[in-house]
């Protein structure tokens, strides 16, 4: 990984390796090389930590733990008592189209693989389009049951359009059903749990189930000062908050990185952020350290990190006008006023502050008042843990499509940002009162 190097005045210089980095090879991260975020944690000095131990933590110690092989909440210790846990939250999926178990549709001359929508995609980008197909497999093995992950990497599906000639109404304002316009072709006739199994290194009559997707293969590019990738809803944000966790100075507090799963279908599961999965993890890091977590957590801030909206050149209408953001200005403060986005004057006061001292420039983003917005992490996690909170994340246009497109230089904003956050010892005197 390329190191985040800084001149003589403390300013971030974005190196070509940097450049190449953090631009090009960040997005073509897939969802389910999970494995990638633990080796570099590992790589790091981070000791993984199981659910059903007790855990025994050391101060200045580095752990993480792991929930359905798709979510992670990483942290580390100060060596004194801390006052507090500073923390960011993004999310590992994005839409696509989930492989049903039984998934061959044989036709006269073809066959179609069986799918069923997960998120909200924009439909026509994901068509005539090769795709793969990665996830997970569980398979038989001598000591029972076991995960291997699986990527077919080959091009393995497309989802085909209907001919102008035979749909004169193509493009006017399409309607997709997903039964029968989303399904699609498989580039081969029978053999798909084989094929499937062979990905994962067992025999066909050990594949068990599995948890497959369809998934745009498609490297990154950059253009200009932009970049185009899959997936750059919520990986850029995933990549960035690592890399500022991993590169921050030492604090007095305690500093958590989590990366949840479901987020594009709610996050109401057991690994998501409506789920017990973080309350539970700080409960047992206080636990451990004889701390109670009311007292920590009103002393802790959390940044939910989550790309955003940027203004749009050939529709500008649909951004508000006071508060349009764009690539390539910074880091964005989202703001909501039926809290969706959980950013208040008290914790948009703080996040500001952060990215002065960290020398990065950084806008504010609203919904027009008459376009509802989506939600998103942190007022999730709140149900479960309360918090002081903002919500920021990275301008990009095509939020949902199979390639979206972001600028190139808000990657590393973000990442000095979040190593400015990380590095803080934050002290709260009262409501709304931060010592920094």
Avoid at 294 to 320: I, K, Q
């Amino acid at each position: 990984m390329a190191k985040l190097v800084y001149d003589e005045n403390g300013r971030l210089l974005f190196t070509k390796e940097m450049k190449q980095e953090y631009t090009i090879l960040m997005p073509q991260m897939l969802p389910i090389h999970f494995g990638m975020f633990r080796k570099l944690l590992e790589l790091e000095g981070y000791r993984p930590l199981r659910e059903t131990e007790e855990w025994t933590l050391e101060p200045g110690g580095r752990y993480y733990v792991t929930r359905n092989g798709s979510s992670l909440i990483a942290f580390r210790l100060p060596h004194g008592r801390p006052g507090g846990f500073m923390m960011t939250a993004a999310h590992s999926d994005s839409p696509t189209f989930k492989i049903k178990e039984n998934a061959e549709l044989a036709g006269e001359s073809d066959t179609r693989l069986s799918v069923e929508g997960y998120g909200g995609m924009l439909c026509a980008s994901w068509m005539d389009r090769p795709l793969s197909i990665a996830g997970r497999a569980m398979v038989r093995t001598e000591n029972g049951i076991a995960m291997r992950l699986v990527d077919l990497k080959d091009i393995a599906a497309l989802i085909p359009n209907v001919a102008i000639h035979m749909n004169r109404e193509a493009n006017s304002n399409m309607k997709y059903n997903f039964a029968v316009d989303m399904q699609p072709l498989y580039g081969e006739k029978g053999g798909f749990r084989g094929r499937v199994a062979r990905a994962a290194g067992a025999a066909e009559e050990d594949l068990l189930t599995y948890d497959l997707f369809l998934y745009n293969p498609q490297s990154g590019v950059e253009w200009g000062n932009y970049i185009s990738a899959p997936r750059l809803d919520d990986l850029q944000c995933a990549f960035a908050s690592l890399q500022g966790f991993l590169t921050a100075e030492e604090s007095r507090n305690a500093c958590v990185y989590c990366l949840f799963d479901n987020e594009e279908v709610g996050s109401e599961t057991k690994q998501g952020a409506a789920s017990t999965f973080l309350l539970e993890t700080l409960e047992r890091i206080c636990d451990a350290l004889g701390l109670t977590l009311r007292t920590m957590a009103a002393g802790s801030f959390l940044l939910s990190c989550d790309n955003a909206h940027a203004v749009h050149p050939n529709h500008p209408e649909y951004a508000d006008k006071n508060h349009t953001v764009r690539m390539n200005g910074g880091v964005v403060l989202k703001y909501n006023a039926s809290q969706k986005y959980t950013t208040d004057a008290v914790s948009a006061a703080l996040f500001q502050t952060v990215c002065e001292r960290a020398e990065v420039p950084f806008q504010r983003y609203a919904n027009r008042p008459d376009m509802a917005g989506g939600s998103t992490l942190g007022s999730i996690a709140n149900t479960q843990v309360s918090l002081n909170m903002a919500d920021i994340g990275l301008a990009q246009l095509a939020m949902h499509s199979a390639f979206e497109t972001a600028g190139a230089q808000d990657t590393a904003y973000m990442v000095r940002a979040l190593r400015t956050f990380f590095g803080l010892t934050l002290k709260v005197d009262g409501d709304g009162t931060y010592r920094l």
